[in-house]
């Protein structure tokens, strides 16, 4: 444990209280007072989430746009500057490196915003398929990622800043300082409300976590920020996206520019698409009484057909909810199969997503 | 349970109870063992959404598994601290699971076993030996 990494908030989770778990090789925490509290917090009025621990690629140089149109599946040299998109990382076999947002910063320079879990992984990748007209910096660890999300946020984040917060539409950021800090705005998020991902030095986010923390933003963790995707059933690397998944499988086709000939990876996408998809993901809730959780097997009259990659009771609806992969047969809304809860069937039923 | 730990907690961990090693209290009384969780525990999984117990009639073993309580991170085992016959359960933990959370050396109980060996209630850990458990599975984290 000795050997976790820390981000600049490390010691303002410590002081808060929180339950602490290794994650990604950081010491994060998970919660605060308590799951529920925090998800309620993000769905009805502002939650703030330290989210440093995940990594920045910049990429800059005459060849920049070119390079990163070539690595992603999202349209990049249409991304202008000041937008956002998302897009995947995928490999020659057409399985996902890592799912990432794109951040068009000026006309010749992008940066991508990445899983914690992946950020060698994704930086190596990204400077094998760049050529030498391409500069790419890994600024992981000296960055700071502070997520502010739920409807009270623009009011916060409008209160501590001269940008026209109103104006910025989701997908999109500006450079703006925040009580005096400089800071990069994003209207993006990963919890299903809305919300800001505020870029910063790492020698500034104490300072602005407490800023944040005194207008009333209440500190969440890991664990709502868990429930609060499931909900928005965006998918989590290395649950429902790996080295193996296809794009197409998970859902994410209108992030695939699959008309188009460039992208590392897009030729396997489109001949595994022309076979047919062998497995789908969906969203399910359970009929029966039990929480799916990852890694549940899913079954079909006592057969494994596929595979639960995420579950939780979902804390806005009350009842429990679920991701997984099933054969396309099974995936229509209103499906039923059952999820494999310690070696017993409860039925669960294909819902449409997302879930709230 | 759980791997983590709260950087600062204070638990409520009570001279009267003994303690398994798997954060269990047990209340005893006659051959009568009333078994829960601990307050370490319930901080340690959080949101108490699912507990699942035995039938009244059972038997169990010490050490083991006689339900499941999950919490909306994790599911755990509960493990029986002794042996004996399962001779109530609470069932108002099924619609009511917050309770565990709430109070859980009152009304977060789960069930009453009749124990077989009276010896295994005086083999669990006594407050301070709990407390020192709990402590040193902090410092292994750090």
Same mark, same amino acid.
């Given at each position: 444990?000795?050997?976790?990494?820390?981000?600049?908030?490390?010691?303002?989770?410590?002081?808060?209280?929180?339950?602490?778990?290794?994650?990604?090789?950081?010491?994060?925490?998970?919660?605060?007072?308590?799951?529920?509290?925090?998800?309620?917090?993000?769905?009805?009025?502002?939650?703030?989430?330290?989210?440093?621990?995940?990594?920045?690629?910049?990429?800059?140089?005459?060849?920049?746009?070119?390079?990163?149109?070539?690595?992603?599946?999202?349209?990049?040299?249409?991304?202008?500057?000041?937008?956002?998109?998302?897009?995947?990382?995928?490999?020659?076999?057409?399985?996902?490196?890592?799912?990432?947002?794109?951040?068009?910063?000026?006309?010749?320079?992008?940066?991508?915003?990445?899983?914690?879990?992946?950020?060698?992984?994704?930086?190596?990748?990204?400077?094998?398929?760049?050529?030498?007209?391409?500069?790419?910096?890994?600024?992981?660890?000296?960055?700071?990622? &502070?997520?502010?999300? $739920?409807?009270?946020?623009?009011? !916060?984040? @409008?209160?501590? %800043?001269?940008?026209?917060?109103? *104006? +910025?539409?989701?997908?999109?950021?500006?450079?703006?300082?925040?009580?005096?800090?400089?800071?990069?705005?994003?209207?993006?998020?990963?919890?299903?409300?809305?919300?800001?991902?505020?870029?910063?030095?790492?020698?500034?986010?104490?300072?602005?976590?407490?800023? &944040?923390?005194?207008? $009333?933003?209440?500190?969440?963790? !890991?664990? @709502?920020?868990? %429930?609060?995707?499931?909900?928005? *059933? +965006?998918?989590?690397?290395?649950?429902?996206?790996?080295?193996?998944?296809?794009?197409?499988?998970?859902?994410?086709?209108?992030?695939?520019?699959?008309?188009?000939?460039?992208?590392?990876?897009?030729?396997?996408?489109?001949?595994?698409?022309?076979?047919?998809?062998?497995?789908?993901?969906?969203?399910?809730?359970?009929?029966?009484?039990?929480?799916?959780?990852?890694?549940?097997?899913? *079954? +079909?009259?006592?057969?494994?057909?596929?595979?639960?990659?995420?579950?939780?009771?979902?804390?806005?609806?009350?009842?429990?909810?679920?991701?997984?992969?099933?054969?396309?047969?099974?995936?229509?809304?209103?499906?039923?199969?059952?999820?494999?809860?310690?070696?017993?069937?409860?039925?669960?039923?294909?819902?449409?997503?997302?879930?709230? | 349970?759980?791997?983590?730990?709260?950087?600062?907690?204070?638990?409520?961990?009570?001279?009267?109870?003994?303690?398994?090693?798997?954060?269990?209290?047990?209340?005893?009384?006659?051959?009568?063992?009333?078994?829960?969780?601990?307050?370490?525990?319930?901080?340690?999984?959080?949101?108490?959404?699912?507990?699942?117990?035995?039938?009244?009639?059972?038997?169990?073993?010490?050490?083991?598994?006689?339900?499941?309580?999950?919490?909306?991170?994790?599911?755990?085992?509960?493990?029986?601290?002794?042996?004996?016959?399962?001779?109530?359960?609470?069932?108002?933990?099924?619609?009511?699971?917050?309770?565990?959370?709430?109070?859980?050396?009152?009304?977060?109980?789960?069930?009453?076993?009749?124990?077989?060996?009276?010896?295994?209630?005086?083999?669990?850990?006594?407050?301070?030996?709990?407390?020192?458990?709990?402590?040193?599975?902090?410092?292994?984290?750090?």
């Amino acid at each position: 444990m000795s050997s976790l990494q820390r981000t600049p908030l490390h010691g303002v989770h410590l002081e808060l209280g929180a339950r602490m778990v290794p994650f990604a090789g950081f010491d994060m925490p998970v919660q605060y007072r308590s799951i529920k509290q925090e998800h309620a917090a993000v769905r009805e009025g502002v939650g703030l989430f330290d989210v440093s621990h995940m990594g920045q690629l910049h990429f800059s140089g005459p060849g920049a746009v070119a390079a990163v149109e070539r690595l992603v599946s999202c349209r990049v040299t249409s991304l202008r500057v000041g937008r956002v998109r998302y897009g995947l990382l995928c490999n020659e076999e057409g399985g996902v490196v890592d799912d990432v947002t794109v951040y068009r910063t000026a006309d010749d320079a992008l940066f991508l915003c990445v899983n914690a879990s992946n950020v060698e992984k994704d930086y190596r990748w990204c400077v094998r398929h760049c050529g030498d007209d391409t500069e790419v910096r890994n600024h992981s660890a000296e960055t700071a990622l &502070l997520a502010l999300q $739920g409807p009270g946020s623009e009011a !916060l984040v @409008a209160a501590l %800043t001269d940008l026209d917060v109103g *104006a +910025l539409r989701r997908f999109r950021f500006a450079e703006s300082e925040l009580g005096g800090l400089p800071v990069t705005v994003s209207r993006t998020g990963y919890t299903g409300s809305d919300g800001f991902e505020l870029y910063l030095a790492g020698a500034g986010a104490v300072e602005l976590w407490k800023m &944040l923390c005194d207008r $009333g933003a209440v500190p969440c963790g !890991l664990g @709502a920020r868990d %429930t609060l995707r499931l909900e928005a *059933a +965006l998918p989590l690397y290395g649950h429902e996206l790996d080295d193996t998944t296809s794009p197409l499988e998970a859902g994410l086709a209108r992030f695939v520019k699959l008309d188009e000939g460039g992208f590392l990876g897009a030729e396997a996408i489109r001949e595994r698409a022309a076979k047919g998809p062998t497995r789908q993901l969906v969203g399910f809730e359970m009929v029966g009484r039990g929480i799916a959780r990852a890694d549940y097997p899913i *079954a +079909l009259e006592g057969r494994p057909v596929g595979v639960v990659t995420s579950g939780a009771p979902s804390p806005t609806l009350g009842k429990s909810i679920g991701l997984g992969y099933v054969p396309p047969s099974l995936a229509g809304l209103g499906s039923r199969f059952d999820v494999m809860v310690r070696d017993r069937p409860i039925e669960a039923q294909v819902v449409e997503t997302p879930f709230v | 349970m759980q791997e983590g730990r709260w950087a600062v907690a204070e638990y409520d961990i009570r001279a009267e109870l003994r303690y398994s090693r798997e954060d269990e209290w047990v209340r005893a009384e006659g051959d009568r063992v009333t078994v829960g969780v601990s307050d370490y525990a319930q901080q340690q999984l959080g949101d108490v959404v699912f507990v699942e117990l035995p039938e009244v009639g059972r038997t169990v073993d010490a050490g083991e598994p006689f339900g499941v309580i999950e919490s909306v991170k994790t599911v755990a085992d509960l493990y029986a601290p002794v042996s004996g016959e399962v001779v109530e359960v609470n069932d108002v933990l099924a619609e009511t699971p917050e309770a565990v959370n709430e109070d859980c050396y009152g009304d977060g109980w789960m069930i009453v076993i009749a124990t077989s060996d009276a010896s295994e209630v005086e083999a669990l850990l006594d407050v301070e030996a709990y407390k020192q458990h709990i402590k040193e599975r902090a410092d292994q984290d750090h």
